[in-house]
C-alpha cells in the first residue's frame, strides 16, 4: 500500500453525476477506491489513465463478474481497505 493524500471511496455507478465528479476531483497524489456499483467502473476501461492508485474491494468485483483487474488497478480486501483509509489524509466518500 501506498500513502495517499486523499483517498476518494466511490460507490456510484459510471452514470451517476457524482462518479464523474468523484473522477474530475482526483489529483495525481489522491487513490480511488470502487466500492459496491463503483466497480462497475472497471467495465469501461481506460477508468483513469494519469492516476497510479486506484483499488476495487474484492466482494464487490466478483459480486458483479467483473474478473480479474488489469492496469493501474488493485484489488484489495476488507482489511485493505481500513489500511488505506488509515493511510490517507483525508477520506471523501461518494
Known amino acids: 500500500m501506498t500513502d495517499i493524500q486523499t483517498l476518494h471511496i466511490l460507490n456510484k ?18 487513490g480511488l477506491l470502487l466500492t459496491g456499483n463503483g466497480v462497475l467502473l472497471l467495465a469501461r476501461g481506460n477508468l483513469l489513465p494519469g492516476a497510479s492508485k486506484v483499488f476495487a474491494l474484492i466482494p464487490d468485483v466478483e ?13 484489495v480486501d476488507f482489511a485493505e481497505m481500513v489500511t488505506l483509509s488509515l493511510q490517507a489524509q483525508r477520506v471523501i466518500s461518494w
Request: glycine letters at 12%.
Open 13 to 30: 455507478s459510471p452514470d451517476h453525476p457524482r462518479a464523474a465528479r468523484c473522477v474530475e476531483m482526483m489529483s495525481a497524489e489522491d
Open 63 to 75: 459480486a458483479r463478474g467483473l474478473g480479474g483487474l488489469s492496469g493501474n488497478v488493485s484489488s
